[in-house]
């Protein structure tokens, strides 16, 4: 008697690999049915007994709105390029969330799911993308609020809008950018934890939300204010919703300094990834 042997009855093989691996992109689309359950999982544990539920995704920039709106529009009385303010930082606030958020989560993921980690093998990379993904879900919610108030305010968005959705897409980029290199260097120095939600703040006082960059001096002041990519996505929500001058110098640096973090952080995490499970 005869027995096959096909190469599906193989046994899985990991080996250790040295230097800086490649990235291997195309074991996240093997498990992408994985992908999906981690994404929905964290959508649904977020909410999970909350009484409220996603209705916290749109009582958190309106509660914001209206604040800046009394302390800067109406004491300050600072610019908004001829846009309502109220609108002109409600549009700012829906990418930041998106990209802060994100970038929480995505930042402590690893951390989180050590359990998971430790007893089975997949990309590890799953786990902060997840995180990021989830986000999309609080985004859309927000977003549909933001075309309400647009059509109280009675302001038409023109071609740009078509703009939108690669606006979107960058500031997830940028979320998982720095997200794959905290939830790396979180794995292996804790202070990462404590760090984060200082980071995102300081990073939330040096984007445009509040304020336009019209206040930013030019010159060497403004190169190093796009430094920071949510200046650029900011940027490009506002004049894909409001048209207006593009926003060309901080949009370039946006896409330069997301493109750097998202590929160096990266090839950082899979070169980590091996010592994930023992260090976790």
């Known amino acids: 008697m005869t027995s096959t ?3 599906e009855d193989a046994p899985l093989i990991i080996q250790r690999s040295e230097g800086w691996a490649a990235l291997q992109l195309g074991d996240l689309w093997h498990y992408r049915e994985l992908l999906f359950f981690l994404t929905w999982r964290d959508v649904k544990v977020r909410y999970k007994q909350s009484i409220l539920g996603l209705s916290w995704v749109v009582i958190q920039p309106v509660v914001v709105m209206i604040i800046f709106s009394l302390i800067f529009g109406q004491f300050a009385h600072l610019p908004s390029n001829g846009i309502p303010y109220p609108i002109f930082t409600f549009a700012a ?3 930041w969330l998106l990209f802060s958020g994100s970038l929480s989560r995505a930042g402590s993921s690893l951390v989180q799911n050590s359990s998971l980690i430790t007893k089975v093998y997949f990309p590890r990379l799953l786990v902060p993308l997840a995180a990021v993904l989830a986000g999309l879900v609080d985004f859309a919610v927000s977003l549909s609020v933001l075309l309400v108030l647009m059509i ?3 302001i038409t968005p023109g071609w ?6 690669a606006a979107t897409l960058l500031a997830t980029l940028a979320a998982l950018g720095f997200g794959v290199w905290l939830s790396a260097l979180n794995v292996q120095f804790r202070d990462v ?3 984060l939600p200082w980071f995102v703040q300081v990073l939330f006082f040096l984007s445009p939300i509040a304020y336009s960059t019209q206040l930013i001096p030019g010159g060497r002041a403004q190169l190093l204010y796009a430094l920071n990519p ?3 996505v900011i940027e490009m929500f506002r004049w894909s919703l409001f048209g207006g001058a593009p926003p060309n110098q901080f949009l370039v640096a946006a896409i330069v300094v997301t493109v ?3 590929v160096t952080g990266l090839f950082y995490f899979r070169r980590m990834e091996r010592t994930f499970a023992d260090v976790v």
């Open 152 to 154: 109280g305010y009675r």
């Open 93 to 95: 606030l829906l990418p």
């Open 230 to 232: 949510m200046v650029g």
């Open 5 to 7: 042997y096909s190469a």
């Open 260 to 262: 750097v973090v998202l």
């Open 160 to 165: 740009q809008l078509l703009a939108l959705p």
């Open 193 to 195: 934890q404590f760090v």
